[in-house]
């Protein structure tokens, strides 16, 4: 393999690093083939690559280096105690260094998230990918050269010695929550308990009254002590029935309580590249985030497509709803607009409401003939901060939830760690003050950090405060703040 450029030293060794013993270089490499990661937390595609990552860490544990290269897009994944929850949230064990200046990338000349580069064991680089790889393919190009460097007698050392794992958080209760729904006839809450590969129910004192899942990461039907789930993000609750995004599976689930039975509903278990028509179970989705039922249709924001995509209850059938695919904020006719990692739903005023995360935009869909996108807030891709006003004087930072209720669509604002509210009739943002100063008779609520859902329920706020591992609850009319689960 003809050798062309020799990698830049990382010369990190002032920068935040985790699971590792101390600063790292291509010193440290040698001997070693490196896969330097470039992500950040935020981005869906990042996300997709790192379980391919973990399978070859797994399948080459001596032979092959992985270092995450963490340089952030958003002002809120630049703060490393931020960082170091997405982690321990989405279980990395190698080496990741916070570029937060972007310095490695301009070394390496990096122009896209996510990008993996290839070192060899003498410091060149072989390969370098933008964008996800096909994880079988890339899995298979490591294999023949680990083999090819094996027999050349170019690989040496145990790459496991550069590994210190950090600690990960004991949460007994909840880990890394999504969001939160109720049932006005069963009178209960439903929880996406992301990280204990769970959903739980509550009554409205906060008491857990089930626990749906055995708590292993899989995707297993069936009762409620044997069901499996992957992380699961989103859910909606109506009628016994409780409609599940299983995020990391790439499914849509349903849990009944009568019958106390999990099933799959749609997708095949394989991360699909563009949401297609037909047979839900055999159409692949791509990282479904949220869900919201309506009229015996279940729609579903697609975040790892940029679509939404919609379920036909009674049909079996999938389809896409809205968005070409292209990520991007444009309006428009439903197939004609772009959406840029969807990651929250909710109906009203019939209208499907989402949180476009990754444009900070908060944005609707016309749930009739036309079905026409519109943008409340958000402005484009790199567009975002913090910022009351009115439409799209307004800014936010990377939304995970919204929920509609009474003309008003309330918003975890999730890296400014607030719930704001759009009233829709003046089209005025405002944030939610008790959300940021919180009055509260519990010495343990802090400020909010990385909130992913939202409800209101008689003038009440359900916050799920992920990093923080618990719910809270907010009464807007005397401010005043209490623990509802932890």
């Not at 699961?232 to 409609?243: A, D, H, S, V």
């Not at 802090?446 to 409800?455: I, Y």
Request: hydrophobic fraction near 35%; include cysteine.
């Amino acid at each position: 393999m003809e050798k062309l450029i020799h990698a830049p030293n990382l010369n990190a060794e002032n920068l935040p690093w985790f699971n590792t013993h101390a600063s790292l270089d291509l010193a440290d490499f040698k001997g070693k083939l490196t896969i330097l990661d470039f992500w950040t937390y935020c981005c869906i595609n990042c996300i997709h690559v790192i379980p391919t990552l973990k399978r070859i860490e797994e399948k080459f544990p001596e032979s092959v280096v992985v270092v995450g290269v963490h340089s952030p897009k958003f002002p809120g994944e630049k703060n490393t105690k931020n960082l170091e929850q997405a982690i321990h949230r989405y279980q990395i064990e190698h080496p990741i260094v916070q570029d937060v200046d972007f310095t490695i990338w301009k070394n390496y000349a990096i122009r896209a998230w996510p990008t993996l580069v290839l070192i060899g064991p003498d410091g060149y680089i072989l390969e370098q990918y933008e964008g996800e790889p096909n994880p079988d393919k890339l899995i298979n190009t490591i294999a023949k050269l680990v083999q090819d460097l094996h027999s050349q007698k170019e690989l040496f050392g145990n790459a496991g010695d550069l590994l210190a794992l950090e600690k990960q958080p004991d949460n007994k209760t909840l880990s890394f929550p999504g969001k939160i729904s109720y049932s006005m006839e069963d009178k209960e809450f439903a929880i996406a308990d992301c990280n204990h590969n769970q959903i739980i129910t509550a009554d409205r004192e906060g008491q857990i009254t089930r626990r749906i899942g055995s708590g292993g990461a899989g995707d297993a039907n069936g009762v409620f002590e044997e069901a499996e789930f992957f992380r699961p993000q989103g859910l909606c609750f109506q009628n016994g029935i409780i409609w599940v995004a299983d995020t990391e599976n790439h499914l849509l689930r349903k849990i009944d309580l009568r019958k106390e039975k999990v099933e799959t509903l749609a997708g095949n278990g394989k991360q699909g590249t563009s949401l297609k028509r037909g047979n839900a179970k055999e159409v692949p989705l791509s990282s479904p985030w949220d869900v919201s039922l309506a009229d015996g249709w279940l729609y579903f924001a697609n975040a790892g497509t940029h679509q939404v995509g919609v379920f036909h209850v009674d049909e079996g059938t999938v389809q896409p709803f809205a968005g070409t695919g292209g990520e991007g904020l444009a309006d428009g006719p439903r197939f004609m607009g772009a959406f840029a990692q969807p990651s929250g739903l909710s109906v009203g005023e019939n209208k499907l409401f989402l949180a476009d995360s990754e444009t900070s935009a908060i944005r609707s869909v016309r749930l009739d003939e036309f079905g026409f996108i519109a943008t409340y807030i958000g402005k484009g891709l790199f567009d975002f901060g913090d910022c009351d006003g009115k439409g799209k004087q307004a800014l936010l930072q990377h939304p995970l939830g919204v929920h509609y209720s009474k003309g008003k669509v309330y918003i975890a604002d999730s890296y400014n760690h607030k719930i704001k509210v759009l009233d829709l009739k003046t089209q005025s943002v405002s944030t939610v003050r008790a959300s940021v100063e919180i009055v509260c008779d519990d010495k343990t609520c802090t400020q909010l950090w990385e909130p992913a859902g939202v409800f209101e329920l008689k003038n009440q706020l359900y916050v799920s405060d992920t990093n923080n591992h618990r719910i809270l609850k907010i009464d807007m009319e005397s401010g005043k703040t209490k623990v509802f689960i932890a």
